[in-house]
C-alpha cells in the first residue's frame, strides 16, 4: 500500500509538472541562441549607423565648404565694390615745383605749388 501511494504521488507529481530536465533544456538553449542572435544583430545594427554617420559628416563637410568658398567670393566682390564707392575719383599731376600731387583736377593738384608744369 506504501509502494502504491508513493508510486501514485510520483506519478501524479510529473504529469503536474512535467520532466523537468528535457524541457527546460531546450528552453534554455533556445534564449541562449535567441540572445547570441540579438546580440549579432545588434552589434550590426551599430556598426550600419556608424557607417551612416560618417558617410553623414562628409557630405556635411562637403556642403560647408562649398558654401565657405561661395560666402568667401560674396564677402570678396562686396569688398572691392565697396573699396570702388570709397575711392574718390582722382588724377595725379606734376607740379612746377617738381612735387606730384593728387586733387580731383590737376589744376587744384597743384594748388600751392606753384601750378602745373608744362610738358
Known sequence: MLKQLLMSSAIAGVLAFGVPTATM????TTATEDAKKAGK???KA???AGEATKDAA???GKGVKKGAKATAKGTEKAGEKVKD???LDTTSALCKDGTTQTGKT???A????GGVAAK
Open 85 to 87: 564707392a570709397v575711392t
Open 25 to 28: 533544456i531546450a528552453q534554455q
Open 46 to 48: 551599430g556598426k550600419e
Open 58 to 60: 562628409k557630405a556635411t
Open 41 to 43: 544583430e545588434t552589434k
Open 106 to 108: 590737376k589744376t587744384t
Open 110 to 113: 597743384c594748388n600751392g605749388h
